[in-house]
């Protein structure tokens, strides 16, 4: 025979029910499922950090290259040119740098 409406109630409790008699919705037993799990993309360390060697064979065309230092610098006023830039970096610091504009995408 078919299980009449109250045992049907019985199996399935609506929210207010459980909420109403002050049950819990699932049982506390099992805490390693009710713990937060962080999903996040694993972040690049050294990114930039590369190894440096030396030549052995000079006369072959596979050298070392000059060690750059990739600086992105944001935020400067319209009418700053980039020979204003080369000279406040060269005064500051004695090292003499090469610009690259970089256009950045708007959003």
């Given at each position: 025979?078919?299980?009449?409406?109250?045992?049907?109630?019985?199996?399935?409790?609506?929210?207010?029910?459980?909420?109403?008699?002050?049950?819990?919705?699932?049982?506390?037993?099992?805490?390693?499922?009710?713990?937060?799990?962080?999903?996040?993309?694993?972040?690049?360390?050294?990114?930039?950090?590369?190894?440096?060697?030396?030549?052995?064979?000079?006369?072959?065309?596979?050298?070392?290259?000059?060690?750059t230092i990739p600086l992105f610098i944001n935020y400067v006023h319209v009418d700053t040119s980039?020979?204003?830039?080369?000279?406040?970096?060269?005064?500051?610091?004695?090292?003499?740098?090469?610009?690259?504009?970089?256009?950045?995408?708007?959003?």
């Amino acid at each position: 025979a078919e299980p009449t409406i109250t045992e049907r109630k019985k199996e399935r409790l609506s929210m207010a029910e459980i909420v109403r008699n002050g049950k819990k919705w699932k049982d506390s037993g099992d805490k390693n499922n009710e713990e937060w799990k962080i999903a996040q993309r694993k972040r690049y360390r050294n990114r930039f950090i590369s190894e440096k060697g030396t030549c052995t064979n000079i006369e072959q065309n596979f050298r070392v290259a000059d060690i750059t230092i990739p600086l992105f610098i944001n935020y400067v006023h319209v009418d700053t040119s980039e020979n204003d830039i080369i000279t406040y970096i060269e005064n500051k610091t004695n090292v003499v740098v090469n610009l690259q504009k970089i256009k950045s995408k708007q959003t």
